[in-house]
């Protein structure tokens, strides 16, 4: 490991102590700021708009820590973001990498290490004593703890690091940085430094495209015109502008004709619904933003890409060729996560012109466009459609601009004439949201504090941002606030009590088990404790197991199991673990556990028989990617109990069968990892 730029190198010069340049890079004021209290060994939470440069700071961290003798840790909240990372700093090849994402794990013992948030928070619990050498982590979009389903993870994990740890906190921009930052200081017992930047290197113009007319600048509207008759009848026949036809999508036709015509592309166009991300791409495959020449090269990337990851052929692959010749195509979750890859890498080439994607595209993946087209600020919450957040907003048109190539990035939200410009107007200029505590600990995190607090296991709520949010509430406000949360974390003990997993003093067997099994640790212990999974053959195993960790989507259609297959193992497993959700709705326990479904056993005997994805494919409309992620969830599973239960050789012989037999093909993470491995 090379020593970090000194002064006179030529990577970097110093000024007054302080580092101006790095890597290349002039380094910004808010930039040089961070390296700064990075130097001096602070905390420092960073909080910029998209595409401003903050992970070079974390980078720099980094290579300081290592430099130091010590360990990194970069964690961020998708694996694909992940991954992403892993191959970044691969590409550099200054010092090893590896990553944990429970997907993959691959040089766990390397300097520096990419994980998943989850993974660090549960080996602050599991493996403590190897993070001794640990000296900087960087938390990536750490306002993702505002997160409904999954902050408390990032809240656990700051909460139990541990103080000698350099934290790098990387942020977009929320209202309450200096609460955030002064409850950080209190929790962790050390000072950190707040750096904060709005200013963006390639400035953000913001356009309505209204319904009839065309782009204005958003700050100019004044109000969200009636559609003409004209309007109506281009949007009814889907080349204008007009009114969605029965509650629909508005028409972008005129939009992107606008932009290939002013060259304002490429562009990344956002919609909230994979259906319509298809659709839309589909629609658009007529334009041929390529010409000849252009033609040829991405014809040509397409088959090296295809090569190198060894992708199947298929219709799904054959597809994605058509569109990539006119230089169209799409992204989303739904996609085999090899298909995902290869569409990542089309569009970093430059080659992509017009790419429909999902909200997650912008997650910290860095791959910026000239523009960025909202196909709505409203989208589906669960239960009704509801405006844009602005911090959403901002995330997604953050990706328009890219650094050295544009003036300025171009936003185009499009209209619906059922819009109310205020709302609007507070989803693009309007404050951005504040980060809120999530704090709802889980089973397995109760019995690890339980096992390694005892009764100080209220140590976590009263160190959470939770307390220190509601600290100058009024008395009566903080303490109905105090009850509730006490009341959450005594009623899941009140289960774990009568399930067995702990008594009054200590952490009993199965709650042993069951803290080093993380999101499924009640069904998945249950299941073995009654004896149930080790009557099991390995086939009826993969389908039980994938019945835990299955969440279906409702558009979701599956054939259904034959029967005979698991026969009356299949209520058996239903009941052992239906008693759980049963007995937290009689608790009042929220969010609750998950019945086991079924619908997913037969794809998973298909697969476990040794089907194709397209044989899978032809016993439900649910997509690829889902079921990937199915799959690779079952594995994760198996690799938990694995250690879990290390002592019972049987058991542990039959998991490994069964991990062995689906960790195959598009399953294989590892594998895909490997093959794109820029270092090798």
Same mark, same amino acid.
């Given at each position: 490991?090379?020593?970090?730029?000194?002064?006179?190198?030529?990577?970097?010069?110093?000024?007054?102590?302080?580092?101006?340049?790095?890597?290349?890079?002039?380094?910004?004021?808010?930039?040089?700021?961070?390296? !700064?209290?990075?130097?001096?060994?602070?905390?420092?939470?960073?909080?910029?708009?998209?595409?401003?440069?903050?992970?070079?700071?974390?980078?720099?961290?980094?290579?300081?820590?290592?430099?130091?003798?010590?360990?990194?840790?970069?964690?961020?909240?998708?694996? !694909?973001?992940? @991954?992403?990372?892993?191959?970044?700093?691969?590409?550099?090849?200054?010092?090893?990498?590896?990553?944990?994402?429970?997907?993959?794990?691959?040089?766990?013992?390397?300097?520096?290490?990419?994980?998943?948030?989850?993974?660090?928070?549960?080996?602050?619990?599991?493996?403590?004593?190897?993070?001794?050498?640990?000296?900087?982590?960087?938390?990536?979009?750490?306002?993702?703890?505002?997160?409904?389903?999954?902050?408390?993870?990032?809240?656990?994990?700051?909460?139990?690091?541990?103080?000698?740890?350099?934290?790098?906190?990387?942020?977009?921009?929320?209202?309450?940085?200096?609460?955030?930052?002064?409850?950080?200081?209190?929790?962790?017992?050390?000072?950190?430094?707040?750096?904060?930047?709005?200013?963006?290197?390639?400035?953000?113009?913001?356009?309505?495209?209204?319904?009839?007319?065309?782009?204005?600048?958003?700050?100019?509207?004044?109000?969200?015109?009636?559609?003409?008759?004209?309007?109506?009848?281009?949007?009814?026949?889907?080349?204008? +502008?007009?009114?969605?036809?029965?509650?629909?999508?508005?028409?972008?036709?005129?939009?992107?004709?606008?932009?290939?015509? =002013?060259?304002?592309?490429?562009?990344?166009?956002?919609?909230?619904?994979? /259906?319509?991300?298809?659709?839309?791409?589909?629609?658009?495959?007529?334009?041929?933003?390529?010409?000849?020449?252009?033609?040829?090269?991405?014809?040509?990337?397409?088959?090296?890409?295809?090569?190198? *990851?060894?992708?199947?052929?298929?219709?799904?692959?054959?597809?994605?060729?058509?569109?990539?010749?006119?230089?169209?195509? *799409?992204?989303?979750?739904?996609?085999?996560?090899?298909?995902?890859?290869?569409?990542?890498?089309? *569009?970093?080439?430059?080659?992509?012109?017009?790419?429909?994607?999902?909200?997650?595209? !912008?997650?910290?993946?860095?791959?910026?466009?000239?523009?960025?087209?909202?196909?709505?600020?409203?989208?589906?919450?669960?239960?009704?459609?509801?405006?844009?957040?602005?911090?959403?907003?901002?995330?997604?048109?953050?990706?328009?601009?890219?650094?050295?190539?544009?003036?300025?990035?171009?936003?185009?939200?499009?209209?619906?004439?059922?819009?109310?410009?205020?709302?609007?107007?507070?989803?693009?200029?309007?404050?951005?949201?504040?980060?809120?505590?999530?704090?709802?600990?889980?089973?397995?995190?109760?019995? %690890?504090?339980?096992?390694?607090?005892?009764?100080?296991?209220?140590?976590?709520?009263?160190?959470?941002?939770? %307390?220190?949010?509601?600290? @100058?509430?009024?008395?009566?406000?903080?303490?109905?606030?105090?009850? /509730?949360?006490?009341?959450?974390? %005594?009623?899941?003990?009140?289960?774990?009590?009568?399930?067995?997993?702990?008594?009054?003093? /200590?952490?009993?067997?199965?709650?042993?088990?069951?803290?080093?099994?993380?999101?499924?640790?009640?069904?998945?212990?249950?299941?073995?404790?009654?004896?149930?999974?080790?009557?099991?053959?390995?086939?009826?195993?993969?389908?039980?197991?994938?019945?835990?960790?299955?969440?279906?989507?409702?558009?979701?259609?599956?054939?259904?199991?034959?029967?005979?297959?698991?026969?009356?193992?299949?209520?058996?497993?239903?009941?052992?673990?239906?008693?759980?959700?049963?007995?937290?709705?009689?608790?009042?326990?929220?969010?609750?556990?998950?019945?086991?479904?079924?619908?997913?056993?037969?794809?998973?005997?298909?697969?476990?028989?040794?089907?194709? *994805?397209?044989?899978?494919?032809?016993?439900?409309?649910?997509?690829?990617?889902?079921?990937?992620?199915?799959?690779?969830?079952?594995?994760?599973?198996?690799?938990?109990?694995?250690?879990?239960?290390?002592?019972?050789?049987?058991?542990?012989?039959?998991?490994?069968?069964?991990?062995?037999?689906? %960790?195959? =093909?598009?399953?294989?993470?590892?594998?895909?990892?490997?093959? +794109?491995?820029?270092? /090798?």
């Amino acid at each position: 490991m090379p020593d970090l730029p000194a002064a006179g190198s030529d990577d970097a010069s110093i000024a007054h102590g302080a580092i101006t340049h790095w890597r290349g890079y002039t380094l910004s004021p808010f930039q040089r700021e961070a390296v !700064a209290a990075i130097g001096a060994d602070q905390d420092v939470l960073i909080s910029a708009p998209t595409g401003s440069g903050k992970t070079l700071v974390a980078e720099y961290a980094i290579e300081m820590a290592i430099a130091q003798g010590k360990r990194a840790i970069y964690t961020a909240p998708i694996k !694909a973001l992940s @991954n992403q990372k892993f191959r970044d700093f691969r590409a550099l090849q200054k010092f090893d990498v590896g990553i944990m994402t429970g997907d993959v794990t691959l040089r766990p013992k390397a300097p520096l290490l990419i994980m998943t948030t989850e993974i660090f928070r549960n080996s602050l619990f599991e493996r403590g004593e190897e993070l001794a050498d640990l000296g900087t982590i960087v938390f990536d979009e750490i306002h993702y703890m505002d997160d409904v389903e999954r902050g408390t993870v990032w809240e656990e994990s700051l909460i139990y690091l541990p103080p000698t740890v350099r934290l790098v906190a990387l942020s977009a921009t929320v209202s309450n940085l200096g609460q955030f930052c002064d409850w950080l200081t209190q929790v962790r017992g050390r000072p950190i430094v707040r750096v904060e930047s709005k200013e963006r290197p390639v400035p953000l113009i913001h356009y309505l495209h209204l319904p009839g007319i065309g782009p204005k600048r958003a700050e100019k509207v004044k109000e969200v015109p009636a559609p003409t008759r004209d309007a109506r009848r281009r949007g009814r026949d889907g080349r204008g +502008g007009g009114p969605p036809r029965g509650g629909g999508r508005v028409s972008a036709s005129d939009l992107l004709d606008r932009l290939e015509r =002013e060259e304002q592309l490429p562009a990344l166009f956002f919609c909230f619904s994979r /259906k319509e991300v298809e659709q839309r791409a589909r629609e658009n495959a007529r334009r041929q933003l390529l010409d000849a020449e252009q033609r040829a090269r991405i014809e040509e990337l397409f088959a090296d890409l295809v090569r190198r *990851f060894e992708i199947r052929e298929d219709s799904a692959l054959d597809e994605l060729r058509h569109l990539a010749r006119a230089g169209v195509s *799409f992204h989303h979750a739904g996609l085999l996560p090899l298909h995902k890859e290869l569409v990542e890498r089309l *569009f970093t080439s430059g080659l992509l012109r017009l790419l429909f994607t999902t909200e997650t595209f !912008a997650l910290g993946i860095n791959m910026p466009a000239r523009s960025v087209v909202f196909s709505s600020l409203r989208k589906f919450d669960g239960v009704g459609f509801d405006r844009l957040r602005t911090r959403e907003y901002q995330q997604m048109a953050g990706r328009a601009g890219r650094l050295g190539l544009d003036d300025q990035g171009l936003v185009f939200s499009i209209v619906d004439p059922r819009d109310r410009i205020a709302d609007l107007r507070r989803t693009i200029f309007g404050n951005v949201e504040p980060i809120r505590s999530r704090f709802n600990l889980s089973y397995s995190t109760i019995l %690890n504090l339980h096992h390694h607090l005892g009764e100080r296991l209220w140590e976590a709520w009263e160190r959470s941002f939770n %307390n220190f949010q509601w600290a @100058n509430m009024p008395r009566k406000k903080r303490e109905q606030n105090e009850q /509730k949360q006490r009341d959450a974390i %005594n009623k899941r003990l009140t289960l774990l009590r009568e399930l067995g997993y702990v008594d009054e003093e /200590k952490v009993l067997a199965k709650g042993h088990f069951a803290r080093r099994i993380n999101g499924y640790e009640l069904p998945a212990v249950e299941l073995v404790d009654s004896g149930l999974l080790r009557a099991l053959d390995d086939r009826q195993l993969a389908i039980v197991l994938a019945a835990i960790v299955f969440e279906e989507r409702k558009s979701d259609l599956f054939t259904r199991l034959d029967p005979r297959v698991l026969g009356p193992f299949k209520e058996d497993a239903w009941k052992i673990v239906e008693r759980i959700p049963v007995r937290e709705a009689a608790l009042g326990i929220h969010p609750r556990t998950r019945s086991l479904d079924f619908n997913i056993g037969a794809v998973m005997a298909a697969w476990w028989d040794g089907a194709t *994805f397209d044989e899978i494919g032809q016993l439900t409309n649910a997509s690829q990617g889902d079921l990937v992620r199915t799959m690779r969830l079952v594995m994760q599973l198996l690799k938990q109990m694995r250690k879990v239960y290390a002592q019972d050789s049987a058991l542990v012989a039959q998991l490994e069968r069964v991990h062995e037999s689906i %960790n195959r =093909e598009e399953i294989d993470a590892k594998r895909q990892l490997e093959l +794109g491995d820029p270092a /090798k």
